[in-house]
């Protein structure tokens, strides 16, 4: 998968290595589907490739650092905002109870209208 993207993005593998500040063979490695780089090692290639934010989960849970159904959560740029809003310095307590209380409400909406919420 990384080899494709960067591929695609006409970079050579010694070439995004450099950009990324990482060796050659940590990259080789990354690409034949090895484990054991860090996150923030991962994280400095994803911008060398300038992927979109569905391509980021994607690589994330390719190496282990996100489950499928998180980058699934994630990839929904509504969830993502709110998700952001509510675990965010910005809200008050107060507020971000009473959005919590809309979303169960939205829930228990979802659940009468007969739909699987667990």
Do not use: C, W
Not at 31 to 57: N, P
């Amino acid at each position: 998968m990384l080899a494709r993207f960067r591929n695609e993005r006409g970079l050579a593998q010694k070439q995004a290595a450099e950009l990324a500040g990482i060796d050659n063979s940590t990259l080789s490695r990354l690409e034949s589907g090895g484990r054991g780089v860090s996150r923030e090692t991962l994280d400095r290639l994803l911008d060398v490739l300038q992927l979109t934010r569905r391509q980021r989960l994607d690589v994330l849970v390719a190496a282990g650092f996100l489950t499928g159904e998180a980058a699934h959560l994630l990839a929904d740029d509504d969830l993502s905002r709110l998700g952001r809003l509510l675990t965010g310095d910005a809200i008050t307590p107060a507020d971000a109870r009473l959005l919590r209380d809309y979303l169960r409400l939205a829930l228990a909406h979802a659940r009468a209208l007969g739909y699987d919420t667990d």
